[in-house]
């Protein structure tokens, strides 16, 4: 049988690296680098992709000093507790086969203020840290020089099999490389040429610390995507100069943090910043050594890659989030079995990589990821219970998928004719179109598990039909809340599942403000006539408060640029044939024209089926949505249904 995927599983080599393949896990802080557990934790989740097929896997950023560090939960290279774990982290993946890079990192301003940082080229606020930083003195810009090149001492005599210096995304040495953050007019600023002697030393100074053998993977920006920042040229020269200083290979970063251009969120094409990367390998193929180029941000798909690589974009692929959706990636596409697809929600990952507090890096898709040591694959059970599932959404899915790889006899119940629950729903809002991926991944999975799955099935409060089981989680989600004002009932005003699947009208009022009202927003606006006016109706400040730090300027921005309109701080007192009544803030009274009202005010429990969970008198855990709707998202309810699938395999 040929590769299906022939580009992306051909060996290849970042200087004296030989690759099994040709795509990289890339960075990804995972706010386990300072947990004191002498490394058990970071090792699990490197493992977990080892097994699963990764290549070269690149850490994430380990701060070159104190003031370089991203957060408390950044590891610092000065701190002997974390070079050590780091050690036991390379060891336990040279074990089991793997190859490992360690990323050399410094945030520069967007550190938090506190142990020396932040610092910075210019005293420029930072509105990803909140903080005016100082600039940084000659001497703690050689000081700085000589933090990169003992990491990358350290590194290599840890023994990791690279290193990546993070030069891109808007940290430090970006920061030195931007006329809009680099004001100084010395040595290390002024033009184009200071402005990139920092980037140029610490490639310089790590190399000659490591020596020519020891590949050196440098990280810089393809594109700030910041108005006024640096030139296509410059970067261009950039490149060439970071070949010229001994750079084993470029990996092309999009964006800066603070850019007003999506780059990672769901409504960007995958695949689209290639051509970034493939003007950079044009660049450098011009000088007396060419080196391998890596294209990375918003590849969530082998396809994908198979496509970048084979039209010579790129050499190499990086891809880091669908690692962990699916720690499996590399060797299920290899069987041509099923992968678990990154949705780019961002909701577990990149927006807790931001924090300074609360959980680890997980994922919405796969919340075994960040928990791998304390959540091992289980084993299978000598002793097969019958158990069932009710409720097809994500949450039952990944509960069923657990007790059926335990060995358990699953049955899955749900009360519509199809599974996803929710998903169904996301899958049909542009740029959400991959949420459907993971419903098509579980289904598969229980499809080679042997879990039966049983599609209208309802189960009442009334019902006996769980008494036969030893086992019973429900996973029903949720229902729509009503609202209560004159006029829900008229024939135009629709809940929101039903204007998923209804003809809307060319006006469309929207009464409510959380995510789902914002998801109907965005189908409305992006579907039927063009000239659609679409109006979003909030009673509090914010619209989408609850979404995350990485997407929700993004989907507003985007709402916005189509016109539609988002209104706060309203209270909706009726509805008639053809408008909206309203009170503002101040309470004057204002109407807004519509042919088709969609209320997303927010949901309740659907607990039907947890009643007759209860009734049945056997083990059962209520999940979710059906649990708890207040608050309640997908990154929790998966959760939630993993470990109470955990809970039951451990009763034995």
Same mark, same amino acid.
């Given at each position: 049988?040929?590769?299906?995927?022939?580009?992306?599983?051909?060996?290849?080599?970042?200087?004296?690296?030989?690759?099994?393949?040709?795509?990289?896990m890339?960075a990804?802080?995972?706010?386990l680098?300072?947990?004191d557990?002498?490394?058990?934790?970071?090792?699990a989740?490197?493992?977990?992709?080892?097994? %699963?097929?990764?290549? $070269?896997?690149v850490?994430?950023g380990a701060?070159?000093?104190? !003031? @370089? +560090? &991203? /957060? =408390?939960?950044?590891?610092v290279?000065?701190d002997?507790?974390?070079?050590?774990?780091?050690g036991?982290?390379?060891?336990?993946?040279?074990?089991?086969g %793997?190859?490992i890079? $360690?990323?050399?990192?410094?945030a520069g301003?967007y550190?938090? !203020? @506190? +142990? &020396? /940082? =932040?610092?910075?080229?210019?005293?420029?606020?930072?509105?990803?840290?909140?903080?005016?930083?100082?600039?940084?003195t000659?001497?703690?810009?050689?000081?700085?020089?000589?933090?990169?090149?003992?990491?990358?001492?350290?590194?290599?005599?840890?023994?990791f099999?690279?290193?990546?210096?993070m030069g891109?995304?808007?940290?430090?040495?970006?920061?030195?490389?931007?006329p809009?953050?680099n004001?100084?007019?010395?040595?290390w600023?002024?033009?184009?040429?200071?402005?990139?002697?920092?980037?140029?030393?610490?490639?310089l100074?790590v190399?000659?610390?490591?020596g020519?053998?020891?590949?050196?993977?440098?990280?810089m920006?393809g594109?700030?995507?910041?108005?006024?920042?640096v030139t296509?040229?410059?970067?261009?020269?950039?490149?060439?100069?970071l070949?010229?200083?001994?750079?084993?290979?470029?990996?092309?970063?999009?964006?800066?943090?603070e850019s007003p251009?999506?780059?990672?969120?769901?409504?960007v094409?995958?695949?689209?910043w290639?051509?970034?990367?493939?003007?950079?390998?044009?660049?450098?193929?011009?000088?007396?050594?060419?080196?391998?180029?890596?294209?990375?941000?918003?590849?969530?798909r082998?396809?994908?890659?198979?496509?970048?690589?084979?039209?010579?974009?790129?050499?190499?692929?990086s891809?880091?989030?669908?690692?962990?959706?699916?720690?499996?990636?590399?060797?299920?596409a290899?069987?041509?079995?099923?992968?678990n697809?990154?949705?780019?929600?961002?909701?577990?990952c990149?927006?807790r990589?931001?924090?300074?507090?609360?959980?680890?890096?997980?994922?919405?898709?796969?919340?075994?990821?960040?928990?791998?040591?304390?959540?091992?694959?289980?084993?299978?059970?000598?002793r097969?219970?019958?158990?069932?599932?009710?409720?097809?959404?994500?949450?039952?899915?990944?509960?069923?998928r657990?007790?059926?790889?335990a060995?358990?006899?699953?049955t899955l119940?749900?009360?519509a004719?199809?599974?996803?629950?929710?998903?169904?729903?996301?899958t049909?809002?542009?740029?959400?179109?991959d949420?459907i991926?993971?419903?098509h991944?579980?289904?598969a999975?229980?499809?080679?598990?042997?879990?039966?799955?049983?599609?209208?099935?309802?189960?009442?409060?009334?019902?006996?039909?769980l008494?036969?089981?030893?086992?019973?989680?429900?996973?029903?989600?949720?229902?729509?809340?009503r609202?209560?004002?004159?006029?829900?009932?008229?024939?135009?005003?629709l809940?929101?599942?039903?204007a998923?699947?209804a003809q809307?009208?060319?006006?469309?009022v929207?009464i409510?403000?959380?995510?789902?009202?914002?998801?109907?927003?965005?189908y409305?606006?992006?579907?039927?006539?063009?000239g659609?006016?679409?109006?979003?109706?909030?009673?509090?400040?914010?619209?989408g408060a609850?979404?995350?730090r990485?997407?929700?300027?993004?989907v507003?921005?985007a709402?916005?640029a189509?016109?539609?309109?988002?209104?706060?701080?309203?209270?909706?007192?009726?509805?008639?044939p053809?408008?909206v009544w309203?009170?503002?803030?101040?309470?004057?009274?204002?109407?807004?024209?519509?042919?088709?009202?969609?209320i997303?005010?927010?949901?309740?429990?659907?607990?039907?089926?947890?009643?007759?969970?209860?009734?049945?008198?056997?083990?059962?855990?209520?999940?979710g949505?059906?649990?708890?709707?207040?608050?309640?998202?997908?990154?929790?309810?998966?959760?939630?249904?993993?470990?109470?699938?955990?809970?039951?395999i451990?009763?034995?």
């Amino acid at each position: 049988m040929s590769d299906p995927l022939p580009a992306v599983f051909s060996p290849a080599a970042i200087g004296t690296l030989s690759l099994p393949h040709r795509v990289i896990m890339g960075a990804m802080h995972l706010g386990l680098e300072a947990r004191d557990d002498g490394g058990a934790a970071l090792a699990a989740f490197y493992l977990d992709r080892v097994r %699963g097929g990764a290549g $070269l896997m690149v850490t994430g950023g380990a701060a070159v000093s104190q !003031a @370089g +560090a &991203g /957060g =408390p939960r950044y590891g610092v290279l000065t701190d002997p507790a974390f070079t050590r774990r780091l050690g036991h982290v390379a060891a336990r993946v040279h074990g089991a086969g %793997g190859l490992i890079a $360690l990323q050399l990192f410094h945030a520069g301003r967007y550190a938090p !203020a @506190g +142990a &020396g /940082g =932040p610092v910075a080229p210019s005293p420029v606020f930072s509105k990803l840290s909140g903080a005016l930083p100082s600039e940084l003195t000659g001497a703690q810009i050689d000081r700085t020089l000589l933090d990169f090149a003992h990491g990358a001492t350290l590194a290599r005599g840890l023994g990791f099999d690279a290193v990546e210096i993070m030069g891109s995304e808007g940290y430090l040495i970006d920061q030195f490389l931007s006329p809009l953050t680099n004001r100084r007019d010395d040595d290390w600023g002024g033009d184009a040429v200071r402005r990139a002697r920092l980037g140029i030393e610490v490639m310089l100074r790590v190399r000659a610390a490591v020596g020519d053998g020891f590949p050196v993977i440098f990280r810089m920006s393809g594109t700030d995507l910041m108005d006024g920042g640096v030139t296509r040229q410059e970067t261009m020269s950039f490149a060439r100069a970071l070949v010229a200083a001994g750079a084993d290979a470029l990996s092309i970063g999009i964006g800066w943090h603070e850019s007003p251009i999506p780059a990672v969120q769901g409504g960007v094409p995958p695949g689209s910043w290639s051509p970034v990367a493939a003007a950079i390998k044009a660049a450098i193929t011009t000088t007396a050594c060419t080196v391998p180029v890596i294209t990375s941000t918003r590849v969530n798909r082998l396809e994908t890659a198979q496509r970048i690589l084979a039209s010579g974009q790129a050499d190499f692929v990086s891809m880091a989030r669908p690692f962990l959706a699916d720690p499996d990636l590399m060797r299920s596409a290899r069987r041509r079995r099923p992968v678990n697809i990154c949705v780019a929600c961002n909701q577990a990952c990149i927006d807790r990589s931001l924090t300074h507090s609360g959980p680890s890096v997980s994922c919405m898709v796969n919340p075994r990821a960040g928990r791998e040591a304390e959540l091992p694959p289980p084993t299978r059970t000598v002793r097969p219970a019958a158990v069932a599932v009710v409720g097809g959404g994500p949450a039952g899915l990944v509960a069923a998928r657990e007790l059926a790889a335990a060995g358990h006899r699953v049955t899955l119940l749900e009360a519509a004719g199809q599974l996803g629950g929710q998903f169904c729903l996301a899958t049909q809002v542009p740029g959400k179109d991959d949420y459907i991926s993971s419903i098509h991944y579980l289904t598969a999975e229980l499809a080679a598990l042997g879990a039966e799955i049983r599609l209208g099935h309802a189960v009442p409060g009334g019902s006996d039909l769980l008494r036969g089981f030893a086992g019973v989680i429900v996973a029903t989600g949720t229902k729509p809340r009503r609202l209560d004002i004159p006029g829900t009932a008229l024939p135009h005003v629709l809940s929101y599942p039903a204007a998923f699947t209804a003809q809307l009208g060319e006006r469309v009022v929207i009464i409510g403000g959380g995510g789902v009202a914002v998801d109907v927003a965005h189908y409305a606006s992006q579907t039927g006539p063009p000239g659609r006016a679409v109006t979003v109706l909030h009673r509090g400040g914010r619209i989408g408060a609850r979404l995350g730090r990485s997407t929700r300027w993004a989907v507003l921005g985007a709402l916005r640029a189509r016109g539609t309109v988002l209104r706060t701080q309203v209270r909706c007192e009726r509805i008639t044939p053809h408008e909206v009544w309203f009170a503002r803030g101040d309470g004057t009274p204002d109407r807004v024209p519509a042919d088709t009202v969609v209320i997303a005010v927010g949901q309740v429990a659907d607990a039907s089926a947890a009643a007759a969970a209860r009734r049945s008198h056997v083990w059962h855990r209520v999940v979710g949505g059906a649990r708890d709707a207040a608050g309640m998202d997908a990154v929790q309810a998966t959760a939630e249904g993993l470990h109470a699938a955990r809970e039951f395999i451990r009763r034995g």
